[in-house]
């Protein structure tokens, strides 16, 4: 699955799927800074950050689910204006 990656002002990494990205589901979706596109099975993600997507359509990860989409596998994209 495709995923856009921002940084929330706070420093937050925000996930948010690809296919939702165009429609900013998060509250503060103004303040996001785009930082890349990544492919990422969720079958790899935490339980917790899979269901605030499903629930939410998009989540804030840390820990482990941070670094394992920071070090994920891009997929090549334009940054959204």
Do not use: C, Q, W
Request: net charge negative; aromatic share 6%.
């Amino acid at each position: 699955m495709k995923f856009d990656l921002f940084r929330r002002h706070d420093g937050a990494l925000v996930v948010v799927p690809s296919h939702f990205a165009d429609a900013s589901p998060a509250p503060d979706a103004a303040s996001l800074r785009f930082v890349r596109r990544v492919r990422m099975e969720l079958g790899l993600l935490g339980d917790e950050l899979v269901r605030d997507i499903g629930l939410h359509g998009y989540a804030v990860a840390s820990g482990a689910d941070e670094a394992l989409l920071r070090n994920g596998p891009t997929d090549e994209v334009d940054t959204p204006a």
